[in-house]
């Protein structure tokens, strides 16, 4: 069966990047949801507590419950609100603050531009007074931006309205709460980290979304990332074909001369993506796709036992039309991940 190779090595230089970004890799909570952008929960939550970080991520309580024994706090995006001594929960509307119990450890999202989840900025007075009345423990404050990865303006007009936000919920007297908005586009371009957490997803993953106008800007010259996962193939069967005979569904592939093809066991149904045989995806070994992806099965020109299909989320992304987040987000649970120390 298909595999995925997670390069540990790669992984670590990540990090390190980001934690000379934040000043301390205790500055650092790692995105684990969606299992782990694809590259399997379990297994980066352990190598991430294993660098030293100390703070997760996660979108609901079942993902929590996997790696509670190896981070010092969990924030879960979206789920059910109940007391834990290790989880805390984003509070994204009021509504979220009359269905909580008392004394549960939250987080409040304020909408500070996104218009996707978190209270209107223009309802602060009032959640606060209700999580006071409510008995509720606020530990954090958080927002999110929505174009820290453009050139424009929005990213500081974002910036601003939290800093307003930050000075009305401590004159409101609290005053001991952590204090994150940072995403990896935001860390990756910023020049003065002064907040407590960095929520770091895509950045530790090896990917660095910031457009090629940020280059010649300081820090993001100076920050390297390199992808950490990779996806590999096996051989299932090899066949000559002739001149003229075609290949799978459709026949969308027809040998222009005499070649040795291969069936290998990857296709949409591990999460592959389909896409168009009339453009074919060409693999990190520079072979393209010969005809349809199936849904168990690619075609290649080779005979080789195992093959690399991509290793480079970012630039599989702009064959398939989409981004690198989609890329190993899709690939299947099931498919085994291998952890190597690096690429030598």
């Known amino acids: ?67 509670v024994t190896l981070f010092d706090t969990i924030l879960i995006l979206k789920d059910t609100i109940m007391r834990h001594d290790v989880f805390s929960y984003t509070i994204n509307s009021l509504e979220d603050i009359d269905k909580a119990e008392k004394g549960v450890k939250v987080e409040l999202k304020v909408d500070t531009g ?8 223009c309802e602060l007075d009032d959640a606060l007074e209700r999580m006071q ?36 919920v401590k004159d409101a007297g609290y005053t001991n709460l952590r204090v994150h908005s940072h995403n990896s586009a935001s860390i990756l371009r910023t020049k003065s980290f002064d907040e407590d957490l960095v929520r770091v997803g895509i950045g530790a993953y090896g990917y660095n979304e910031l457009p090629t106008i940020f280059a010649p800007l300081a820090p993001f010259d100076n920050i390297k990332l390199k992808p950490v996962l990779s996806l590999h193939a096996k051989k299932v069967s090899t066949r000559l074909l002739k001149k003229g005979q075609s290949v799978g569904y459709g026949g969308d592939f027809t040998a222009p001369h ?48 195992e093959i690399c299909v991509m290793n480079n989320a970012q630039e599989a992304a702009k064959q398939l039309g989409t981004i690198s987040y989609e890329i190993p987000t899709a690939l299947d649970e099931k498919l085994e991940r291998r952890v190597i120390e690096s690429d030598v």
């Open 1 to 67: 069966m298909a595999f995925i190779k997670i390069n540990k090595q790669n992984f670590f230089h990540n990090l390190n990047q980001i934690a000379l970004q934040t000043g301390s890799v205790d500055k650092i909570a790692i995105v684990l949801k969606d299992n782990a952008y694809g590259h399997g929960l379990v297994l980066m939550a352990k190598l991430a507590a294993e660098f030293g970080v100390k703070h997760a991520v996660v979108r609901t309580s079942k993902e929590a419950q996997e790696i």
């Open 114 to 121: 996104m218009h996707r989840n978190g209270i209107a900025m």
């Open 133 to 168: 009345k409510k008995g509720l423990n606020l530990v954090g404050l958080m927002t999110h931006y929505r174009s820290a990865d453009d050139m424009g303006s929005q990213w500081f007009w974002q910036k601003k309205n939290f800093e307003y936000i930050k000075e009305k």
């Open 258 to 305: 005499e070649m040795t093809v291969s069936t290998y066991d990857l296709g949409y149904g591990d999460g592959w993506c389909r896409a168009h045989a009339l453009a074919p995806f060409v693999t990190a070994e520079k072979l393209p796709i010969l005809g349809r992806v199936s849904m168990d099965f690619i075609s290649l020109e080779s005979d080789k036992d």
